[in-house]
């Protein structure tokens, strides 16, 4: 019994160290299997069901316009504390990420812009966001900046993940505490090329100062066409709108796989068709179909069966859509969720993340993801 619990001891204090020692290496067996919080949806925190997630991000908060510190409303204040508050109630735990930013548009490109383009703002903003994180106990921070309008933009963005690296590094030394995770949500492609001439994010200082950057690949077509087309196709043999064209050229550009977590929508847009006997893609349509021209994932299976849809996985592209009447609706289901989870796994990325949590339905794709991502 003695040597038997000696050599479980060992086995053990061997096994333990590296683990405990560093983020990369105990997250890599299980992936970075990740979702946004909405904090503005009124879905509750503490219905979060961490058996599918290793990373759980905060959806947002955002950055003064005169100071670039992050602006902590009551509304905020109200929310980081549901948010706190639950995360001691996941079995098992998740790592939290509070997330700057987001896709509302309006000033908040610009207010990246300028608060990117000089030393001091910058480092108002990087020492906000730190404060923010450990005052309500985030495991790291994210940058959803959507999205960099030109190439000073793109370099700036570059010197900010540097200094922001090192001040979470310094600030780590100095407390000793775990240093912060730093991740960014970016273009499904490695370089924008609409509303403006085309720009490349910061390669280098993305591999050498960011943890992962989590490429959207989604919203590929939507209310803005005057057809029907799918948000989030795996493969086009005709453009390149799909995430094998956005992901193939993250790494093409030099990132390394394992720094990519791969985005998937739990929402679809939806249209009406011109001619509801038309309606394969690429139909033409004359405006938003149910839901205002957008479903997410489980008001598309009511919509299904309520209205009897006729659905068709396509094969080539790897998305599903569904229509019924005049109503055309592209979303993903469980089939196409794990043929890019194994995507996924076969490039050796990083991961996955959603957007968002409260749209799945009874966790039916957050844990196909969760098993193919772990079983395969
Ligand atoms: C969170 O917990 C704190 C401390 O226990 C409590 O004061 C607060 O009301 C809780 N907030 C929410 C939103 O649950
Ligand atoms: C932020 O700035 C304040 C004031 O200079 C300083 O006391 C604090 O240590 C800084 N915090 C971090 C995380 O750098
Ligand atoms: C880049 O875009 C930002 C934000 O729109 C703008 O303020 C800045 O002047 C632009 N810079 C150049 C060099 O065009
Ligand atoms: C769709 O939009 C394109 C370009 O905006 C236009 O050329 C085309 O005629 C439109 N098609 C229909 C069916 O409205
Ligand atoms: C797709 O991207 C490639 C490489 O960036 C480019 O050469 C090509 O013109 C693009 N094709 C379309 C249809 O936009
Ligand atoms: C069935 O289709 C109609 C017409 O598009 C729509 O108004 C209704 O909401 C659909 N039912 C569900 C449950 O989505
Ligand atoms: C759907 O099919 C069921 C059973 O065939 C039928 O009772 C119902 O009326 C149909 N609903 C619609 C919206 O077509």
């Known amino acids: 019994m003695v040597s038997l619990r000696l050599i479980l001891f060992v086995f053990l204090t061997i096994v333990n160290f590296p683990l405990d020692h560093s983020e990369i290496v105990s997250s890599k067996p299980q992936g970075v299997r990740a979702a946004y919080w909405p904090s503005f949806t009124g879905y509750p925190a503490s219905s979060i069901d961490t058996s599918y997630f290793s990373h759980i991000y905060y959806a947002f908060v955002l950055p003064s ?12 204040v109200e929310k980081l504390l549901e948010f706190t508050n639950a995360t001691s109630l996941w079995n098992p735990p998740a790592k939290t990420v509070l997330s700057i930013g987001g896709g509302g548009g309006g000033a908040l490109p610009g207010i990246f812009s300028s608060m990117a383009s000089e030393q001091y ?21 994210d940058l959803d900046w959507e999205l960099p309008s030109n190439e000073s933009d793109m370099s700036n963005l570059g010197l900010l993940f540097k200094e922001w690296r090192e001040a979470i590094e310094y600030e780590a030394h100095a407390t000793g505490r775990p240093r912060l995770i730093l991740t960014s949500a970016v273009y499904y492609a490695s370089t924008v090329s609409f509303n403006g001439g085309p720009r490349s994010y910061p390669i280098v200082e993305i591999t050498k100062y960011v943890d992962w950057v989590s490429p959207m690949c989604f919203g590929y077509h939507g209310s803005w066409d005057n057809f029907t087309g799918l948000g989030s196709a795996l493969y086009d043999p005709n453009t390149n709108l799909s995430t094998d064209f956005g992901i193939g050229s993250w790494i093409q550009a030099g ?3 394992e720094k990519i977590v791969l985005g998937m929508p739990l929402y679809g847009p939806t249209w009406s068709l011109q001619d509801r006997n038309d309606n394969i893609i ?9 839901g205002s021209g957008l479903l997410v994932y489980s008001q598309v299976i009511d919509f299904n069966k309520e209205n009897n849809s006729t659905i068709v996985f396509d094969n080539t592209m790897v998305s599903y859509y569904s229509y019924s009447g005049d109503s055309w609706v592209s979303y993903d289901d ?7 989870v194994r995507y996924a796994r076969n490039w050796a990325l990083g991961g996955y993340f959603f957007w968002a949590l409260g749209q799945d339905l009874d966790w039916a794709i957050s844990s196909a993801a969760s098993e193919t991502w772990l079983n395969r």
């Open 65 to 76: 316009p005169t100071t670039y510190a992050l602006d902590i409303m009551s509304d905020d």
């Open 282 to 290: 690429g139909a033409p349509t004359i405006g938003t179909g149910p």
């Open 121 to 141: 703002s910058r480092a108002n903003f990087i020492n906000s966001t730190i404060e923010v994180a450990r005052d309500y106990n985030f495991d790291g921070v």
């Open 255 to 257: 990132v390394p796989s």
């Open 334 to 340: 469980v089939r196409s969720i794990e043929l890019k």
